[in-house]
């Protein structure tokens, strides 16, 4: 039987549980340059050394299951995060949304199923079997009539695509779809045709820097060009070392032992940032140990606070520009709210891109709104922003008319 290895950071095999300890990993993101899983999700921590999002979930669990992939479903380099359970959902490595099935899957299966070469996800809900694109498109459904108690991944045909095979649920038969094409090719057997394990996936991996961890590997901490700095785990504490003259150890009490410390420039400063992980916490150590940043990893303490980020606003016409732009500026609240019931609704909501025209006459009213662009897919929330922007007071024109131009991004960011 033909084995199918996907494309990603290190073979692993397919079965990938919640982590029981929590791990850390170098994200290959540079607006998401860390990334932490626990028992209760993962969490996104930005370049401004801050959780940037969270994400927890009714996972799957059991031997045959797979709550958490962490693998190149675009193939393009860089590792998407896929939850699977209730609800099943996929996160680009920036960590934003790209697609969820809110009311989840009984079973997750990742492997190249359709015609394009990169990832596909089949999700069984029961008595129906879904595959989707990375991208969400569903490929195909197949209803083989009886309800599946599982299923398994493998090339049946030889044509180096991945075919399922599935266990009806109360009887040792099985039933064989082509994955390419979703048809049945034998509707009950009561022999197998795939082994378990005939996928295997490339996994991101956590870090294991264990000569920091012990102490013997030097860096350059404090910023003066020179690898002079080390680590002592002491206790419930981590102390940092430097050999430059006069230098006092620095010591971080962080309540509790860490389990993992990796080196990164996370900011763009071209200067390390020390990141350590305990059970119940992240730190973000800066200037050799004169900053000191710490938060929770666990996912489930993080709320969600929706954004309008203004990207741009553009005046044009008004008696004064500038006070034109301000006058969005101080209604960018308003316009974040907006967003919020579509946030509290659906966690994995996409994040969306929305310009407006606003035209303003001679008395500083609003005398109309014209949505020029959106791909947020939501038409309350269009509104909503159309509906403050038109109510909103602007400075006057300098003759019959002015117009603003407001390019906004609708996104969130999670909070404990």
Known sequence: MACLLGAGLMAASATQALASEPELYDWPDAEAPLLVRTASG????????KPLRAYSWKANSGARHTPLYLVDLSRNGKPEVLGAGSPT???RANSDPAFSLEKGCK???VADFVADKKLDVMCLTGKELQIYTDDGQMAWKSTP?????????GDINGDLKADLECKYQGANQYVRIDGNSGQVTVQSTSETEIE?????????????????LEGTKKLDLNGDGSKGENLLIDGKALVIQSSAAGAAP???????????VFAKDITGDKKLELIALTKSDVFV??????????????????KRFPLADLASVYANGFEDDEQAREAVNKIQDNLSQCYKARVQKNPYTGIGRLLIQVNVDGSGKASGTQQMHSDLGDAQVEKCARDILQKASYPNAS??????????????????
């Not at 378990?196 to 920091?212: R, T």
């Open 42 to 49: 993962v969490l996104f921590v930005g370049k401004d050394k």
């Open 89 to 91: 959902f996929v996160l």
């Open 107 to 109: 079973q997750v299966i």
């Open 145 to 153: 009539g009886k309800n599946i108690d599982w299923c398994r991944a």
């Open 196 to 212: 378990d394990g005939a996928i295997e996936l490339s996994h991101a991996e956590p870090v294991a820097d264990k000569e920091l």
């Open 250 to 260: 620095v010591r971080i009490e962080t309540k509790n032992e860490v389990i993992a």
């Open 285 to 302: 150590i800066s200037e050799g140990g004169s900053e000191v940043v710490s938060f929770s990893n666990d996912a489930k303490r993080y």
């Open 399 to 416: 003759g019959e008319s002015a117009t603003l131009n407001v390019n906004m991004t609708y996104t969130y960011r999670d909070k404990e």
